[in-house]
């Protein structure tokens, strides 16, 4: 009967373990079906994040008055916090030094740079394909903390 216990609370143990990023929280699965349903009948074939800090209650695509090559949608998470995610279709070229507090990354095979706006809060930028994304979170009077780790978590989400 001890055995049984003792591999049940270590069962129990790893799972509550495999359910989180490397800070400890939990990331919960965003049902990407609609969203990239939505695209697809904008023309586009993007990856999308399946996963977030927080519960996505709904989202907004914001299209400009003109012809653009960056496609933006607005998820808001159940609490008010906003993720930004902005797809870009034509190739997209940073200016040295346009981007401060910048640090190199790997996202999935594909190189990419974390950033932290001090105003705006942190976001996340990388190429994949014919596609190049940005994640941004908006930090306004938001208590919900969201890191590079995190970010980074979303990141590797999409698919």
């Not at 299209?63 to 609490?79: A, M, Q, T, Y």
């Amino acid at each position: 009967m001890k055995n049984i216990a003792l591999m049940m609370f270590a069962a129990l143990f790893l799972l509550i373990g495999c359910d989180s990023n490397v800070n400890g929280e939990s990331l919960v699965t965003y049902d990407k079906s609609q969203l990239s349903s939505d695209w697809e009948e904008e023309g586009i074939h993007p990856k999308l994040p399946t996963e977030f800090p927080v519960a996505i209650s709904t989202y907004e695509i914001l299209k400009p008055p003109h012809e653009s090559s960056i496609h933006e949608v607005k998820l808001n998470g159940e609490n008010g916090e906003i993720f930004t995610l902005l797809i870009h279709t034509a190739p997209v070229i940073y200016n040295d030094g346009a981007v401060e507090n910048k640090v190199e990354v790997t996202i999935n095979g594909n190189e990419g740079f974390y950033a932290v706006n001090d105003i705006t809060g942190p976001s996340i930028h990388w190429t994949d394909g014919d596609y190049h994304y940005v994640v941004d979170y908006q930090t306004i009077e938001l208590e919900t903390e969201v890191n590079k780790d995190t970010m980074m978590a979303i990141a590797e989400s999409f698919e």
